[in-house]
């Protein structure tokens, strides 16, 4: 799907990859809608790019995540397409951590439920137009996962599996459903300490922008190619080779 004189609503979009992508999105004609938890950052994003619409919610919370369906159906009913970016990670031990089962909790609600709920919600006003289009983010560690993410890559495999379902479901529809998977990428998610080989925001959505103009319903990104090649014929190595990146000092 060409993105362009859209609407479209992206979560987690007030930093990294969200705003990067709200930011090339709107020099291609689109209107672009963003929710984050936090108010200041929304307004941070904003004050960047004044064309931005806002929404504070917080998407690990069913209620609040209805009331931004709500909104979008009484303020934006011509929405196209809804971008499921939002996502936390916990980096952390799951035998050592006291408050675990908190945390899993959190990013199960957040990059699973989440998604799930807004995609339920919206789907009568997106199946209401001639082309319209679901967009889940995930990760090439839904191939091999990393063992510092004991939570994160399960939620993003879970996604990536639902998504292909829901592809067969919705093939007779007008909307589209479409998986983009990103590498490490240079974004506050890394809280400062991303992996060497993590390449920048701008070249990452770049990337995205041309899988979808060339319709493409699963797009890889960078190196995610090779880890998808390289899990198939050696899923071993994959997974110890993933699990060899440094993070930068």
Known sequence: MKLLNKTVLITG???????ELSQQLLRRNNKVIICGRSKQ?????????????????????????????????????????????????????FIEEENILEK????????FLAPI???????????????????????????????????YNATKAALHSFTQ????????????????????????????????IAISSQKAVVDMIQGLDKNKSEIRIARVKLLYTIS??????ALKKINSLREEN
């Open 165 to 196: 379902t829901l592809r067969m479901q919705l093939n007779m529809t007008n909307i589209e459903v479409i998986e983009v998977m990103f590498p490490a990428v240079k974004t506050p998610w890394h809280k400062g300490n991303p992996p060497k």
């Open 104 to 111: 899993v909790e959190q990013e199960i609600e957040t990059n």
């Open 41 to 93: 950052k929304l307004l941070e994003a904003q004050k960047q790019l004044p064309e931005l619409k806002i929404f504070q919610c917080d998407l690990s919370d069913k209620n609040q995540t209805a009331d931004l369906a709500d909104w979008i159906k009484e303020k934006h009913p011509e929405l196209d397409v809804l971008i499921n970016n939002a996502a936390i990670v916990h980096k952390t031990s």
């Open 13 to 19: 979009g007030s930093s990294g990859i969200g705003l």
């Open 232 to 237: 198939r014929i050696a899923p071993k190595f």
């Open 117 to 151: 709920r807004l995609i339920k919600l919206l789907y009568p006003i997106l199946n209401k137009l001639n082309t319209s289009a679901i967009i889940n983010i995930t990760t090439g560690l839904i191939y091999a996962p990393r063992a510092d993410y004991p939570f």
